[in-house]
């Protein structure tokens, strides 16, 4: 009767180490699953940014070209405007930017070719040094 007793408690123990490891065996496969998905929406993740990033840089390039073609446009209207006797100062204002910005947007005009010394300027604004000759 003992071995009866002894193979009924080696049964219920085979049995509840059974249900254990079934127990075990399906949270391992939860586990596994969730990784799965995990890693799965993590490189999706970065596929959707790595799309995302070509868009970007694809857009930039639009609006470069876009800004581009504007700003030499809007760059016309200044000289226009001071060729239509407009003073710096009044396109400046009318334009709401920095008379430097005029300036620097305006044509340079040709510079006349120099033939006398480097200090060759009016009379008035020399010096007594500057304008006796050399030697005296």
Do not use: C, W
């Not at 033939?115 to 500057?130: I, K």
């Amino acid at each position: 009767m003992t071995e009866a007793r002894k193979s009924a408690k080696l049964t219920a123990a085979r049995q509840l180490a059974r249900e254990k490891s079934a127990q075990f065996r399906e949270r391992e496969d939860k586990l596994e699953s969730l990784a799965v998905d995990y890693f799965t929406y993590v490189e999706q993740v970065e596929e959707v940014n790595a799309l995302a990033e070509k868009e970007i840089v694809r857009i930039r390039e639009q609006a470069e070209k876009n800004t581009a073609d504007r700003r030499a446009s809007a760059a016309r209207i200044i000289p226009a405007m001071l060729a239509a006797g407009a003073s710096r100062a009044e396109v400046a204002g009318r334009l709401g930017i920095a008379a430097r910005d005029v300036k620097r947007a305006s044509p340079a005009p040709a510079a006349p070719a120099k033939t006398g010394t480097e200090n060759s300027g009016p009379v008035e604004h020399r010096t007594e040094q500057e304008s006796s000759p050399v030697g005296q």
